[in-house]
């Protein structure tokens, strides 16, 4: 009865149409990226006892949803920027139905050094699925039909390039940057998009499970560190004002997410003249920017990373599966479906924006994917 293979399909091709503009420079890159989804079929091939829907009311599921129906509902356009998935004990304690995304690409800090933590209300695609089963079943993701999960598309990303080629060349004719090296960076898309699952478990928990498809055992992403948001070339300050307005000292913004913001160490400023130090002017680069990077104020008070983590310090990891995990253990996502009871799964689809190839050069890329689930054993 295990052996029966039961197929589900999702396909989600994305183009993206970037419009970029000259004043926005930043990695976190939210505003000028737009894509838009072309196609986005779900399907359920070879067999009548799983049925799937985007309602919960019986008579609306079916073996397939239609490229129209999803489109309908999510719009024909949207914006895909970098979002997180830090900080996801916040609402999985609070037992949101919907995970939450936040966008940290704020560079206004206000006094006390907490970063601003907007939630994210667009940038990411999350949608609600049921599925429908004749027998209880646990239902995994099936990893010999994921040949397009979150993969690039070739064909968006090669005129990407030809464009971003036009326009480097139209501003500075001696440019010695390919086409194919552009293509090689807009390529690394992929590496920093992820695909979530949220569902209940057998004991009714939610689960809410990351893939991080490409990652090897090496590649941790983390979720903090300095960044340059407002794209001055600087590591981001803010103004600590808790020995008052006559002692007030600009500190660099520690981002992310952090056990106990007390135990970061500070190096003292290396000088105290404010002279030619903000004159810094980096060669704006709108195609290869990124947040990532960065000088230290020589006039600030600068975070000693290493002194911080001796001190007890600890940001957040993100907690993510690969492609190899789950083809050495395809239970690790394992979805709950009983007879004739709907069972609804969240599939989200986002950049996580401290993935740090999520930079400006993967601006405007395309990507493609299909998610392809099979039976995975019944429940007893
Ligand atoms: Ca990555
Ligand atoms: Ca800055």
């Known amino acids: 009865m295990t052996k029966k293979r039961i197929i589900l399909t999702s396909a989600l091709g994305i183009v993206a149409i970037a419009t970029l503009t000259t004043s926005i420079t930043i990695a976190w890159y939210g505003a000028s990226n737009q894509l838009g989804i072309n196609t986005f079929d779900i ?8 049925k799937i829907s985007t309602k919960t009311d019986l008579d609306s599921f079916r073996e397939n949803i239609t490229n129209q129906e999803l489109l309908d509902e999510i719009g024909k356009r949207f914006l895909l920027e970098p979002v997180s998935a830090m900080c996801k004990n916040t609402w999985m304690d609070e037992q949101k139905d919907m ?23 667009t940038g990411f695609f999350s949608k609600k699925i049921y599925l429908l089963s004749a027998a209880s079943f646990y239902v995994s993701l099936d990893m010999e039909n994921n040949a397009t999960f979150l993969e690039n598309n070739n ?15 139209k501003q500075n004719p001696e440019t010695t940057t390919t086409i194919e090296e552009i293509k090689l ?5 992929k590496y920093c998009l992820r695909a979530s699952f949220l569902f209940k478990d057998i004991d009714g928990n939610y689960q809410y499970k990351i893939i991080d498809p490409w990652k090897d055992e ?15 070339g600087y590591f981001d300050t803010y103004t600590d004002l808790t020995e008052g307005m006559a002692n007030k000292k600009e500190k660099e913004v520690v981002y992310g997410e952090v056990n106990d913001r007390s135990l ?14 903000n004159d810094f002017s980096p060669s ?15 006039t600030a008070y600068t975070f000693n990373e290493e002194a911080s983590l001796e001190n007890g310090l600890e940001f957040a990891k ?22 004739d009871t709907v069972t609804e799964v969240v599939i989200s689809v986002f950049l996580e924006g401290w993935d740090h190839q999520c930079i400006n050069a993967t601006m405007g890329a395309g990507f493609e994917t299909k998610f392809s689930f099979k039976l995975n054993g019944g429940i007893i």
Not at 157 to 166: C, G, H
Not at 218 to 232: A, H, M, P, R, V
Not at 264 to 277: A, E, G, L
Request: proline share 5%; aromatic share 10%.
């Open 43 to 50: 399907g359920i091939v070879g067999s009548n006892n799983l």
């Open 99 to 121: 995970p939450v995304f936040y966008d940290c690409s704020s560079s206004l800090t206000p006094s006390s050094g907490i970063p601003d933590l907007k939630v994210a209300t």
């Open 155 to 169: 064909d968006a990303n090669f005129s990407r390039a030809q464009a971003v080629y036009a326009d480097i060349k």
């Open 185 to 189: 960076s807009l390529d690394n898309l």
């Open 218 to 232: 090496s590649d941790k992403t983390i979720y903090g560190g300095l960044l340059d948001n407002d794209g001055n």
């Open 264 to 277: 970061i160490v500070y190096d003292d400023p290396v000088s105290t003249s404010v002279s030619s130090n």
């Open 284 to 298: 704006y680069n709108p195609y290869f920017g990124n947040s990532f990077e960065g000088l230290n104020k020589e």
């Open 318 to 339: 993100e907690e993510s599966i690969s492609f190899e995990n789950l083809r050495a253990n395809n239970s690790l996502i394992k979805i709950p479906c009983y007879k």
